[in-house]
């Protein structure tokens, strides 16, 4: 397994500008989880999925939009890129059961995002 | 509003010495998790240890411990024999229901020859 895959490692971009961060796993885990890590700090909660189909606001929510269309699957869009939204983001997964069993979250490997 | 709290921002250890990371959290929840991530320089983010809540025996991986304190809510990670590769970031996680991770601020350690 792969586990949980990020791209791009690395990316500039200019003010207004739009990208998607990709993220695959290839575990079938169902939740999903985007978060950024701003510098000297611990990691926000952006947006996660319980779900293909379904998804839900973090705690950091305003700039950015997701999809889930498939179970591996878990795009980050930014749409108008902003100097706030520097950062590393990092993907995460876990199996979740309908019980709720909370396993630990399998992490990307990151990808810095720097907004000039 | 489920919080995590580390207190220490920086510690320093020498090569073979035992070191004692500190964490508190808040919430209602009487069944949850807690994890100890290693962040190391490369940014990944490695899973060092994990405790749940309804068991009172506290988690042992090698040279990593936990003290589990429920009633105190409190989850202090101890390193023993420290190694060069133990520096990094260290994050105290707590999972609410719903499994979203709520973080620590980090504790960096830095071990030194």
């Known amino acids: 397994n792969a586990g949980v895959t990020q791209t791009p490692k690395f990316r500039i971009l200019k003010i207004g500008q739009s990208m998607t961060l990709q993220c695959t796993q290839d575990m079938n885990h169902n939740y999903m989880y985007w978060y950024r890590q701003d510098p000297g700090m611990g990691l926000k909660l952006i947006y996660y999925s319980v779900g293909a189909g379904i998804t839900d606001k973090g705690e950091v929510p305003n700039g950015y939009n997701v999809s889930r269309s498939t179970t591996e699957d878990f795009p980050l869009r930014l749409e108008l890129a902003a100097p706030s939204q520097t950062s590393v983001y990092f993907c995460?997964?876990?199996?979740?059961?309908?019980?709720?069993?909370?396993?630990?979250?399998?992490f990307g490997p990151g990808t810095r995002l720097t907004v000039t | 509003a489920q919080t995590v709290t580390q207190s220490q921002p920086e510690m320093s250890v020498q090569e073979a010495e035992t070191v004692t990371l500190s964490c508190t959290y808040d919430t209602s929840e009487s069944n949850y998790y807690l994890f100890w991530y290693k962040q190391p320089p490369s940014r990944q983010m490695i899973l060092v240890i994990r405790?749940?809540?309804?068991?009172?025996q506290n988690a042992t991986e090698n040279r990593f411990s936990v003290n589990f304190q429920k009633a105190a809510k409190s989850f202090s990670l101890k390193i023993s024999d420290s190694q060069l590769g133990d520096t990094a970031m260290y994050f105290c996680a707590f999972t609410p229901p719903f499994q979203k991770l709520v973080f620590g601020t980090g504790t960096r350690l830095l071990v030194s020859p």
């Open positions: 405790q749940e809540a309804y068991k009172q």
């Open positions: 995460a997964s876990t199996p979740g059961t309908h019980r709720g069993v909370r396993n630990e979250q399998y």
